[in-house]
């Protein structure tokens, strides 16, 4: 069976048939959780992690894995020698799959005041239902799409979605209503900040993307970054997990092909690499006037890369994390 993206779609992978036990494992365990489940009126699963229900680091770790579709593990260890309490440890053995394929938020579904009777929605979905409706380009990049009876997608929200998006799930994805579950994780919830500061790994695939490395050749992965307390107020805590990632994320790469793609790869892959490097997104982001399409894209890595060239025994690294300004940022001296 080949691992190579171009033939993923042929390989009976299925990422939705896969993660299903990690869905009901969530709805399970609900009230261990601190979530809430509920069926809405078309007939689709609601999982709210953190609008009514307060959610829990324990939900946006099991979340973080029905993101990855399963094919990743997301573990909470303390390591307070490296100047922060909390971090998140993120592998997985498929990482195109899980992180691309799976994991990356790249499902625009936005609805107009018209259209939801009230107020506009717009949400960037994420997790294993996106390859149903494989909507993105990135789809035909990888070779790749999924076929199930059931799917399961994460909506980054402070409120449910209204009935047309929900519409349009089930009819992009070809789903039946009791086939969709739909998890709603605010980034203000302490389930919101874990699953985005989950995306360590993630984050480090798609910029290995943008600069045009061989996906084919990326082999393994392993990321980890520090887990930020959540703060109520949404763009402060959309900052703190962008710099968990940009100013404390490393990653560490197994590849295959050449020592001068490997080395290539780990000198262009860390955030200091953007002109934004140095201050935090809350403040990027404010600069901008709140305009993602303005940000250098270059920002979004993580700050440390080391990259195994697996078929010479070669290990290159670049980059360094700055706790010294997460400290700041985060951490109120005594």
């Known amino acids: 069976m080949s691992e190579h993206p171009a033939a993923l779609a042929d390989c009976r992978l299925s990422l939705n048939a896969h993660v299903q036990p990690w869905v009901e494992r969530l709805v ?11 069926r ?18 324990a939900a946006g770790l099991l979340i973080g894995e029905i993101c990855l579709g399963g094919f990743g593990s997301v573990a909470l260890t303390t390591r307070a020698a490296d100047g922060w309490p909390s971090w998140l440890e993120v592998r997985s053995s498929q990482p195109v799959l899980a992180c691309l394929a799976s994991q990356y938020a790249g499902w625009s579904l936005a609805a107009s005041k018209e259209e939801t009777g009230g107020k506009k929605f717009f949400s ?18 990888l070779g790749y799409r999924d076929k199930a009876d059931r799917g399961v997608i994460v909506l980054e ?23 969709l579950t739909i998890v709603l994780t605010p980034t203000s919830s302490a389930a919101g900040t874990t699953q985005v500061v989950a995306r360590v790994l993630e984050v480090a ?25 959540p703060s109520p107020d949404g763009v402060e805590a959309m900052g703190r997990t962008n710099d ?27 955030s200091r690499n953007s002109k934004d490097y140095g201050r935090s997104f809350a403040e990027i982001f404010k600069a901008v006037e709140y305009d993602f399409y303005k940000i250098d894209p270059a920002l979004f890595a993580p700050a440390e890369a080391w990259v195994s060239n697996l078929d010479t025994g070669s290990t290159f690294h670049a980059g360094a994390l700055d706790m010294e300004l ?5 951490l109120k001296e005594t």
């Open 157 to 179: 929200v402070d409120r449910a979605p209204p009935s047309v998006i929900v519409q349009k799930l089930l009819r992009d994805c070809g789903l039946p209503p009791e086939g």
């Open 28 to 38: 399970a365990q609900a009230g261990a959780l601190r979530v809430q489940v509920r």
């Open 244 to 270: 968990a990632i940009l100013y404390g994320g490393r990653v560490h790469l197994s590849v295959r092909g050449s020592d001068d793609a490997a080395r290539d790869l780990a000198a262009k892959l860390p």
């Open 124 to 141: 960037l979905g994420s997790g294993p239902a996106r390859a149903l409706a494989a909507k993105e380009k990135l789809y035909a990049e």
């Open 205 to 229: 695939l798609h910029k290995t993307h943008e600069l045009g490395f061989d996906l084919s050749q990326v082999v393994d992965g392993i990321a980890s970054a520090p887990l930020p307390a």
């Open 40 to 57: 809405d009126d078309s007939g689709a699963c609601i999982v709210d992690a953190g609008i009514a229900a307060p959610g829990s680091i």
């Open 326 to 330: 997460l400290r700041g940022l985060w």
